[in-house]
């Protein structure tokens, strides 16, 4: 299985902050990588596919890079509805596997 | 917009089946787009794909789980199913089906709002 591994796993920020999650993978998934937002109670909601595609009605100040094994997700001035946990999603290969979240809380 | 909804009893006891059904509206199951897919979410914990069907019935499973897990389609009533048997405490979680758009690199989207199942006596 690739193991997806995401740095930090919390964090805390401000209204306004340029914020940047990392993704590495255990090996290359070239720009098979997905990025989710879950809040509190919901379902994982699709902000960023193929590593840098946004997804439709995701606002811009999102932005994901990178390709191989390593990734970010960047919030580029986070909002309040933004604090929530976000998580990666390779799919190179089965079993499709996710990081193990990372948590944006406010500071 | 195709739409997900899980249906399914809340609480399984240990060593039974775990059923849940997720009816798909908006859009066809027998889209050639899709993979209908399975992931779930232990309290407080991350995400683990389960599996997930296409509508020819072609089926592909997380090896960790691949003993224990079905997923099944109903083409007529544009749902389609999972059963997890042996269940113990450690399969609580939230059980969420998702729609997973396999051409080009593949994501999973949309998600339905999750089925909470307790295993517990």
């Known amino acids: 299985d690739i193991q997806m591994t995401q740095s930090p796993s919390s964090l805390s920020a401000s209204v306004g902050d340029r914020v940047t999650i990392t993704c590495r993978a255990s090996q290359t998934i070239t720009k098979y990588l997905n990025w989710y937002q879950q809040k509190v109670g919901e379902a994982p909601k699709l902000l960023i596919y193929?590593?840098?595609s946004l997804q439709n009605g995701v606002p811009s100040r999102f932005s994901g890079g990178g390709s191989g094994r390593d990734f970010t997700l960047t919030i580029s001035s986070l909002q309040p509805e933004d604090f929530a946990t976000y998580y990666c999603q390779q799919s190179y290969t089965t079993p499709r596997t996710f990081g193990q979240g990372t948590k944006v809380e406010f500071k | 917009q195709v739409q997900l909804q899980e249906s399914g009893p809340g609480l399984v006891k240990p060593s039974q089946t775990l059923s849940l059904t997720c009816n798909v509206s908006?859009?066809?199951?027998?889209?050639?787009?899709?993979?209908w897919s399975w992931i779930r979410q232990p309290p407080g914990r991350g995400l683990e794909w389960l599996g997930y069907i296409y509508h020819s019935g072609s089926t592909t499973y997380n090896p960790s789980l691949k003993s224990r897990v079905t997923i099944s389609i109903d083409k007529s009533k544009n749902h389609f199913s999972l059963h997890l048997s042996s269940v113990t405490a450690a399969d609580t979680a939230v059980y969420y089906c998702a729609t997973y758009n396999w051409k080009d690199e593949g994501w999973f989207h949309p998600w339905g709002q999750g089925s909470l199942v307790t295993v517990s006596s």
């Open positions: 908006g859009g066809s199951i027998t889209s050639d787009n899709y993979y």
């Open positions: 193929a590593a840098f």
